[in-house]
């Protein structure tokens, strides 16, 4: 069983991140960092650099996590890419960073959390950065 | 020179024989279009109409043929390279059909129906063609352009857009 | 100095209200779309033309020189941030320039090609000046049969010199001939190459002709193959910099004007060779040699003031003499004759308050341009994270826009995407591009002086000769044709496409 985070090199991300390791500890489970880089654009603001992946490795390595860092690069939405990782591993939980978004954001500009909420099969962690 | 599997190879170098036909396709053309023009020459002007025509179109079919047997030894353009272009898959057939689709439906409406609708349905298809799937988005955002642009070009700088059925509404 | 009293009242004509919005706007407007991928500033030029054409020849001028100024820098912006540029003359600019970014250093980096571009803009305009009353006497000497042979060299320079294949260059330019004869022959007024078609009557319009190769084609291609990576997003704050990176960097700003100003006047110059020639200096004098390749600031300066400088380069053959050296002074002349100025060694004497009113504009244009886009970079940033079906629908949109408006016709946009489907076919096969765009617009030209030096001569062949500026140039002609012969018969080298080099990419000129 694994617990799986979306990761985004944002303080959303860092939040889950966090969270992500606390969970893994206490449910005794591995851990899976998944950052999602979109497809269809020419710069993702949500995509971590390869420095940026590196550094968690070696963060969750001082920690003693036992965990792997990925990125998927195919696909346009990161709901879509991080629930199919989900089924995939047969996550237990899934961790997100939380932001708000009104409700003519989430209109306009949809909103991930949203879908992953309503969709994963599994039971979902949103987190808010302190 | 080319790293992909000699069938690709072979591919390649067949598509470009079409190319050297069309090369001399067109100097036939040239030297056709040539013939039909009556030799008008006058003391003010020695060559006439007829000499560039004639000289490109002997010059395509010369060239033809050299760039045919450079074909046949192996030769080969490199495809362009590009920040968005990935060519190791072959061409995406699909999308293309229906971005000239939509172009050519923008061609036949916007006299019709003036640039507004026609300029919506051009963007819209053509991000739908390109892959987009959020669909009353990509409408919003069509629908802003096209009126931004109008306005802001047709209105605003004078430049020759057509209202079309939407004149003196806009 | 007479020139100097023109100029100020060009400046006059030039600094109101009205027309600093004006400018404004261009500069917005044109840097937007020269960010965005596969545009170079020759193409945003084109793509935006035809929105000026509904203002008064001042004010249409002004807005032009924005978006011109605009689209180089737009270009700069992407090739920066994004590891591969919208055109082949930022290649180098990417090398350092991208580096420079992923080491945090994005700010500076924007900030040096936004002053350099500054400064090679404001020095190449002077030096337009300065120079064109001299170039302006040097074109009065000239006769038919020298022109002819300049054009020549043009036609040979581009199709043999750059690219990979000589045949696939001819090809280009063959094609681009042909294209050039459609319409009605000025001479006698008999119709060629329009099969019936009165539309075709007139010729085809050299910015339908740019948008559909360069914009549509460009489109089309990117359609048909679609990268599936995007870049990360490099965080840029406000572009400056340093005390080091001025120290640095003003040098290679001024050696890179020295180099880029001379191509772009040059026919079939444009700015690929003065920006590898200003890197490659750079990287020799440079006290850090071992930083070129991971970010030195230099090998941003230098090939971003060459770039601008070849711009400025190349309005003067395009003013002097009417001569376009590359697509974007192609672009230039049309826009300039679509306001009723018709270049050439008159153009000075008949129409000076407009000439002085477009030089104004370009030092107000290049100014604008530093004063606005330095606050904005980080907006321009976040155009790349627009997705991709938006950019390109974007872009066909212009274009199509654009397109209908030169004449009010659909059948323009007919045209359009045919022409797109032929930019399509060149990038297919590895054509160059340049050549193809250079035959175009020269055709008519060329023909005309072709003609009249043997209508002079009576339609003796030796008319073409002319006096000694045509035998060098007839000298080159043949030089340049005939070189690889002469290499193969002494040393027995390969075929002529073994030289598959960087500048096999689509040519863009700037």
């Known amino acids: 069983m694994t617990v799986l985070v979306g990761y985004v090199p944002n303080s959303y991300g860092e939040a889950a991140l966090s969270a992500a390791v606390a969970e893994a500890a206490r449910r005794q489970e591995r851990l899976l960092v998944v950052n999602m880089s979109r497809d269809d654009v020419l710069a993702d603001a949500h995509r971590a650099g390869d420095g940026q992946l590196d550094r968690v490795r070696r963060d969750l390595g001082e920690l003693g996590v036992e965990s792997e860092v990925r990125r998927v690069e195919e696909g346009s939405d990161a709901s879509d890419a991080l629930l199919a990782v989900a089924n995939e591993v047969d996550a237990s939980v899934l961790v997100i960073g939380l932001r708000h978004r009104t409700p003519v954001g989430k209109l306009l500009l949809g909103s991930n959390a949203q879908r992953i909420l309503l969709e994963a099969s599994c039971p979902v962690l949103a987190v808010k950065p302190v | ?170 | 100095m007479d020139n100097l009293n023109h100029l100020l009242q060009g400046f006059g004509d030039v600094l109101t209200p009205m027309n600093l919005l004006i400018a404004l706007t261009g500069v917005i407007v044109g840097t937007a779309v020269g960010v965005l991928p596969g545009i170079g500033p020759a193409m945003t030029v084109a793509l935006l033309l035809p929105i000026t054409y509904g203002l008064e020849p001042t004010t249409a001028l002004i807005l032009f020189a924005g978006i011109f100024y605009g689209g180089m820098y737009g270009g700069s912006t992407t090739s920066i941030l994004l590891n591969t540029p919208g055109e082949s003359a930022s290649v180098v600019t990417a090398i350092e320039g991208n580096k420079m970014a992923k080491a945090g250093r994005a700010a500076q980096a924007l900030a040096t090609a936004a002053i350099g571009s500054f400064i090679a803009g404001t020095i190449g305009t002077i030096l337009i000046v300065l120079v064109m009353p001299q170039i302006v006497k040097f074109a009065v000497t000239l006769g038919a049969p020298e022109y002819f042979a300049i054009i020549l060299v043009a036609f040979v320079g581009v199709s043999a010199v750059l690219g990979a294949s000589r045949v696939r260059g001819l090809a280009s330019l063959l094609i681009g001939l042909s294209i050039g004869v459609v319409g009605i022959d000025f001479v006698t007024g008999q119709q060629r190459m329009t099969f019936g078609v009165p539309q075709l009557a007139d010729g085809i319009d050299v910015v339908v002709v740019a948008v559909g190769l360069f914009a549509v084609g460009e489109g089309l291609w990117v359609a048909a193959h679609l990268r599936r990576k995007a870049g990360e997003v490099i965080p840029v704050g406000q572009p400056w910099m340093g005390r080091e990176d001025w120290k640095r960097s003003w040098k290679p700003w001024l050696r890179g004007t020295a180099f880029g100003f001379p191509f772009g006047a040059i026919p079939a110059g444009g700015a690929e060779i003065p920006t590898f020639l200003s890197y490659m200096t750079e990287k020799k004098l440079s006290k850090r040699p071992e930083e070129f390749g991971r970010g030195a600031i230099e090998g941003v300066a230098g090939p971003e003031a060459a770039n601008n400088a070849s711009a400025a380069g190349t309005l003067v053959p395009m003013l002097a003499l009417g001569l376009p050296t590359n697509a974007t002074a192609a672009i230039m002349l049309a826009a300039l004759q679509g306001y009723g100025i018709e270049p050439g060694p008159l153009l000075l004497t008949n129409e000076p308050k407009l000439v002085w009113a477009l030089i104004a504009s370009l030092f107000i244009g290049n100014t604008l341009l530093l004063v606005l886009n330095l606050p904005l970079a980080p907006a321009w940033a976040k155009l790349l994270q627009i997705p991709r079906p938006y950019l390109y629908a974007g872009i066909l949109f212009f274009a199509a826009m654009g397109a209908y408006a030169v004449n009010g016709s659909p059948f323009d946009l007919y045209l359009l995407l045919g022409l797109g489907a032929l930019g399509f076919v060149v990038r297919r096969f590895g054509l160059p591009v340049l050549p193809l765009i250079v035959g175009v617009i020269l055709e008519p030209l060329a023909e005309k002086k072709g003609r009249q030096s043997l209508q002079l001569s009576g339609g003796d062949i030796s008319g073409l000769l002319g006096g000694p500026v045509a035998w060098v140039a007839y000298a080159i002609v043949v030089a340049v044709l005939f070189w690889p012969l002469l290499a193969k018969l002494r040393g027995g080298l390969g075929g002529d496409d073994d030289h598959h080099d960087a500048g096999t990419k689509a040519e863009v000129a700037a």
Not at chain 2, 10 to 38: H, M, N, P, S, T
Not at chain 2, 109 to 127: C, E, N, Y
């Open chain 2, 1 to 170: 020179m080319s790293h992909s599997p000699t069938g690709t190879r072979e591919v390649k170098d067949r598509a470009q024989y079409a190319l050297c036909a069309g090369l001399a396709l067109l100097g036939g053309l040239l030297l056709f279009d040539a013939g039909r023009i009556g030799h008008t020459t006058t003391t003010n002007d020695v060559v006439g109409p007829r000499a560039v025509p004639i000289v490109l179109g002997i010059a395509l079919i010369v060239v033809a043929a050299v760039y045919a047997r450079d074909v046949a030894r192996g030769g080969h353009g490199e495809a362009e390279e590009g920040e968005d272009v990935d060519l190791r898959h072959p061409a995406d057939w699909k999308t293309l059909g229906l971005l000239a689709f939509f172009f050519l439906l923008n061609a036949l409406l916007i006299d019709p129906l003036g640039w507004v609708i026609s300029g919506t349905i051009l963007f819209w298809g053509s991000a739908f063609a390109l892959g987009n799937r959020h669909h009353l988005r990509g409408l919003a955002i069509a629908i802003a352009l096209s009126l931004a642009t109008f306005y802001a070009f047709a209105i605003g700088l004078g430049v020759n857009l057509p209202a079309g059925i939407l004149k003196g509404i806009l």
